[in-house]
């Protein structure tokens, strides 16, 4: 079974610029996550799917991020634009849709802003 | 607030010596606790959870974990480590929300470095 696919792996960019990220989750995994780890803490959620439609944004900075996931499949996270305190690494993540359910992880996209 | 607590930010110790990775939890009902590791450059993997029923819980690599929930903790552990285990350590606590979906909040992490 293969894994959730993200890219780019690695992305620099000056301040001010924008940037996007790409994740393809397991197939058949109706949950997608999109969480911000900075460096010494661990990851936070900044919006959680079901399908297509969103079901929790509440700790997206929407002011500068939004993502989509059209068709209920791929998503896109997008930053725009950038902030030097953005520099993390983004993890997309996927589950079925069951309370009890683990989350599967992808290697995450490593963004340094300068 | 609903939060989890890894109180150490690194744990050392020897090859073949037992280790104990700890996390409290300070939450409301019933919550699913879970562990997950990440390697270098790599993503989260998940290596067990509790959700009801017996409070020793096995995973995997050989590691478990007790569900204690007078003390509200969740230690992470393993009778004999091995180098491969070296790894940041994450707690994380399933909370239920409107609409009928859960979602994970995690502790900060921690570093465990086995030695040979």
């Known amino acids: 079974e293969a894994g959730v696919a993200q890219s780019p792996r690695y992305k620099i960019i000056e301040k001010r610029q924008s940037v996007a990220f790409w994740c393809n989750p397991i197939s058949g995994h109706a949950t997608l996550y999109w969480y911000q780890q900075i460096l010494g803490q661990g990851p936070k959620l900044l919006i959680q799917f079901q399908n297509n439609g969103v079901v929790d944004d509440s700790q997206l900075p929407k002011d500068r991020f939004s993502a989509e996931r059209l068709k209920g499949v791929d998503s896109t996270l997008k930053i725009q634009p950038a902030k030097l305190e953005d520099s993390a690494v983004y993890l997309c993540?996927?589950?079925?849709?069951?309370?009890?359910?683990?989350?599967?992880f992808g290697p995450g996209t490593r963004l340094t802003v300068l | 607030a609903q939060s989890v607590a890894q109180p150490e930010d690194q744990v050392n110790v020897a090859e073949g010596n037992p280790l104990t990775v700890k996390c409290t939890y300070s939450v409301s009902g019933n919550p699913y606790l879970f562990w997950y590791v990440q390697y270098p450059n790599r993503g989260l993997q998940f290596l067990l959870k509790?959700?009801?029923?017996?409070?020793l819980v096995k995973g995997s690599y050989g590691f478990e974990a007790e569900f204690n929930k007078s003390q509200t903790s969740f230690h992470l552990k393993k009778p004999s480590a091995l180098v491969s285990d070296s790894a940041l350590y994450f707690c994380a606590v399933s909370l239920p929300f409107s609409g009928g979906y859960n979602k994970l909040i995690f502790g900060a992490g921690t570093r465990l470095a086995v030695h040979p």
């Open positions: 993540a996927s589950s079925p849709r069951t309370p009890q359910g683990e989350q599967f």
């Open positions: 509790y959700i009801t029923g017996d409070n």
